[in-house]
């Protein structure tokens, strides 16, 4: 077991170094980074001593041990269009991102999960019918699609719910939060239904297939056989046994419903670090492009680590498997 | 690939025409057993079909200037009491013909999304050859950055590749230019796919005797992955080509609607729909809601015409 943790971690590091490399020479070798600091009236002189004290006169390898230690130390440099150091703007708007994923997450697990077992159980009536429809539509349309459709909808037309923004704000100094007002959570509603539908039909799918998989096995029917209740069999024998891949899957795909903010962020104006992160892709602003890159890799490398070691203390195949690789 | 008799026995059969053949093959039969493959297949044959010709189809030229007016901006569509026959389903601000935007639009999604699913394909079949075939470490090079590719979304490398490319070339840039920095973003964020199925498959061809008999005679490494391993490899490949043909217009899609793909001079159905969006607010639904629509249409049908042709070629499930 200890082997296969440090592999995977080993492995792990390996994927962030590479990262670090992409967005290293991102940031070293597209564009001049001395170009943003610079006016026309500046002179060799004052250029030349502007690259020096930047280190970029240094050997690459050792800008590049310098760059990963800085980031290490959450040092990303200055942002080019702001002026202000990267690590501070994405400190501002991380809170809102993460707020959005926590939403659209539970949003995807309370709403799929109902869906799935229900759809599981009895796979012939008309509602699970309507449920697989709806599946197969949330998985054909792009995600700024939806956020149009609901936006149409319930802000446009019926006016029910704000269509853009985080409003309610309320700020406890290191973290922002909109759970606390209703404004806040009215604001959210919207945004996170965007962002969690893609994650919700497949969890409805997968708990419907897993479901359907675990009724014909033989200790749950050798459970019906004991005369439990159709309740007890369905949720404490069934359901159980169903929910280990979907916690896994939910785990996995934390990591793109960040990577998916960008869109909804976009339709909905919502200030967290995917609008910025867009922004910066449309004035190539590469410090915050790099530094989002590597956050961004190191949530993804975390969570799918976390997951894997889970996993294998739950399944010792796994464990077993990975040795003879 | 072919599923009649005729070609299993290798004797040819010139009583019997290729329409007839394809009438007596498996997919043949399971095409007509399921009747949303037929609608999605007849849903893909007229959008793909209109957006061809949509020179001769398109009411009007949403690009001539010269025909556009301001007069006619803002028209609903044709049942609404001020809509008019001449702009079916309506215009926008300036007048343009939402049909007909719709329809050229249409043309340029599928022309990238096209370009993209053949270069990512051409990359991941090259590259999974040669992985397969060759083994050890470039193997073991090529798999590990596939395997750290797949870690992030297909959307993240294509925005992330655009960025770069765009710092690369600068901000001013040609039509062109964009056109094809969207192209490459699609062809490279999809190529894992195509190399991990092709690697698999090469592993067990390299191992085969007419594999061995090629190398005896002295063919080139390349002849011998080309000509010989490639059409023994290339089925499963159509199938992801199908269903990333899907993928690939979302995500051309959202890269215009983003504002980092096709710009309004040229636009494709997500530009249309950035552009819309911004009149949603005023009452002007159908400029949004209209491209939104099609390409929904668009991709639920490739998707189901997709998962019926996996399941089709699929030899378990006969």
């Known amino acids: 077991m200890l082997a296969f943790i440090l592999r995977r971690i080993g492995q792990a590091i390996l994927v962030l170094l590479t990262v670090a490399l992409i967005s290293f020479s991102l940031f070293r070798f597209v564009g001049d980074p001395t170009q943003q600091m610079t006016s026309q009236d500046t002179t060799l002189e004052e250029r ?65 999960i109902p869906m ?3 759809a599981g159980l009895k796979p012939n009536s008309w509602l699970a019918r309507v449920f697989q429809t709806v599946s197969l539509v949330g998985i054909s ?33 290191f973290w922002t939060t909109g759970f606390l007002t209703w404004e806040g959570i009215r604001s959210l509603i919207l945004p996170s239904i965007t962002l969690g539908l893609f994650q919700m039909t497949l969890i409805m799918r997968l708990v419907r297939s897993e479901m359907m998989e675990v009724l014909r096995t033989d200790y749950v029917k050798f459970a019906k056989a004991r005369g439990l209740t159709p309740r007890a069999v369905n ?64 949530l993804f490398v975390l969570i799918n680590l976390i997951v894997d070691l889970l996993y294998a203390l739950v399944d010792p195949r796994i464990r077993l498997s990975g040795k003879a690789a | ?29 399971s095409f007509t057993r399921s009747w949303i493959t037929m609608i999605a297949a007849l849903v893909t044959f007229i959008l793909i079909f209109s957006a061809i010709f949509a020179h001769q189809i398109a009411p009007n030229d949403p690009f001539n200037l010269a025909s556009l007016s301001l007069l006619d901006g803002g028209k609903p569509p044709f049942w609404s009491p001020d809509g008019e026959w001449r702009f079916p389903l309506g215009t926008d601000q300036q007048g343009r ?10 043309r340029i999604s599928l022309i990238v999304g096209f370009l993209g699913v053949v270069l990512a394909a051409v990359i991941g079949i090259t590259l999974g050859l040669v992985s397969g075939y060759l083994g050890g470490t470039v193997d073991s090079v090529i798999m590990r950055i596939a395997d750290v590719q797949l870690t992030f979304p297909a959307i993240l490398i294509a925005l992330l590749i655009d960025g770069t490319m765009r710092a690369l070339v600068g901000t001013a840039r040609s039509e062109v230019l964009v056109f094809w920095v969207l192209v490459v973003s699609i062809g490279l964020s999809f190529w894992v796919q195509y190399a991990r199925t092709v690697r698999g498959s090469t592993m067990v061809e390299r191992n085969k005797e007419y594999v061995q008999a090629a190398r005896l005679i002295g063919l080139g490494r390349v002849t011998i992955l080309f000509r010989h391993v490639l059409p023994n490899v290339i089925g499963p490949v159509l199938v992801i080509i199908t269903i990333n043909m899907a993928l690939a217009i979302i995500t051309e899609a959202t ?31 159908w400029v949004v809601i209209f491209p939104g629509l099609t390409l929904a249409a668009l991709v639920l049908a490739i998707n189901l015409l997709g998962d019926w042709l996996r399941d089709a070629l699929n030899p378990k499930l006969r």
């Open chain 1, 48 to 112: 030349l001593q502007i690259r020096k004290n930047l280190g970029l006169d240094d050997p690459v390898i050792i800008q590049f041990a310098r760059f990963v230690g800085n980031a290490a130390r959450f040092d990303f440099g200055v942002s080019y269009q702001n002026r202000q150091p990267v690590a501070k703007l994405i400190g501002d708007r991380f809170p809102a991102t993460m707020e959005l994923a926590f939403a659209s997450a539970m949003f995807a697990l309370f709403a799929g």
């Open chain 1, 116 to 118: 799935g077992v229900y």
């Open chain 1, 141 to 173: 349309l792009p995600t700024f699609l939806i956020g149009i459709l609901l936006i149409f909808i319930f802000s446009v037309t019926f006016g029910l719910l704000p269509s853009f923004g985080r409003q309610g704000v309320v700020n406890l100094g």
């Open chain 1, 235 to 298: 949720y404490r024998h069934a359901l159980k046994n169903t929910l280990i891949p979907v916690i896994t899957i939910t785990g996995l795909q934390l990591g793109s419903i960040i990577a998916f903010a960008i869109i909804t962020e976009t339709v909905f104006q919502w200030p967290g670090m995917g609008l910025m992160f867009l922004q910066a892709v449309q004035t190539v602003d590469i410090p915050i492009m790099s530094a989002y890159l590597l956050l961004v890799a190191t």
């Open chain 2, 1 to 29: 690939m072919s599923d009649s008799p005729a070609s299993a026995t290798g004797k040819p059969e010139p009583s019997r025409s290729m329409l007839a053949r394809m009438r007596d093959s498996d997919i043949w039969h």
């Open chain 2, 97 to 106: 013909c939402v049909l007909s935007s719709i329809l050229f639009g249409m």
């Open chain 2, 255 to 285: 890269l215009s609607f983003l504002g980092v793909g096709l710009p309004p001079t040229e636009p494709s159905l997500g530009t249309l729909i950035r552009i819309g969006n911004e009149f949603l607010f005023s009452g002007e639904w």
